[in-house]
């Protein structure tokens, strides 16, 4: 899988760790995010992860800052975005099956680094379920595009 990883200087740390582990996996992965020492506004860092995931040129994409909510709330601004903050495996896997979320946003400042790896695999090795979530998703999608779901 294709992945793009973006972080604002907050999540510098993350970032490392769960970019060795996606690779370890065997995912390739586009560093978009700030180096360490270097200041940075979320809101470019997840355009260039969103837009990247959106045109297609990654299969998805994580985002890293202080809350994750910031993020989130920019990368859903790009179309095709399905973006949330998650720190839990519960969350993690029902916002793939239900949801299609493509972009999972992280929290630098509420959990432990370790605790980010089984996060990110289950979102990983969670597929889609489609049949009714998929109406619902197409829905939003729909909202996205100003139509009438």
């Known amino acids: ?36 020492g270097e200041s940075s506004d979320y809101p470019d860092i997840a355009k260039i992860v969103a837009q990247r995931v959106s045109l297609g040129e990654a299969d998805r994409g994580i985002l890293i800052c202080g809350t994750g909510i910031g993020m989130a709330i920019a990368a859903n601004k790009i179309p095709g975005i399905r973006a949330i903050t998650c720190g839990d495996l519960a969350t993690a896997e029902i916002c793939r099956r ?15 680094h370790g605790e980010f790896q089984p996060v990110l695999k289950k979102w990983l090795e969670t597929e889609f379920e489609g049949g009714r979530h998929e109406r619902r998703v197409n829905k939003i999608t729909a909202l996205e595009n100003n139509a009438n779901p």
């Open 1 to 36: 899988m294709q992945i793009s990883i973006g972080n604002d200087h907050r999540g510098v740390m993350i970032k490392a760790k769960l970019q060795n582990t996606l690779e370890q996996l065997g995912h390739h992965v586009f560093d978009d995010g700030a180096s360490e």
């Open 98 to 112: 239900h949801n299609d979320v493509n972009v999972l946003c992280l929290a630098q400042d509420f959990v432990e």
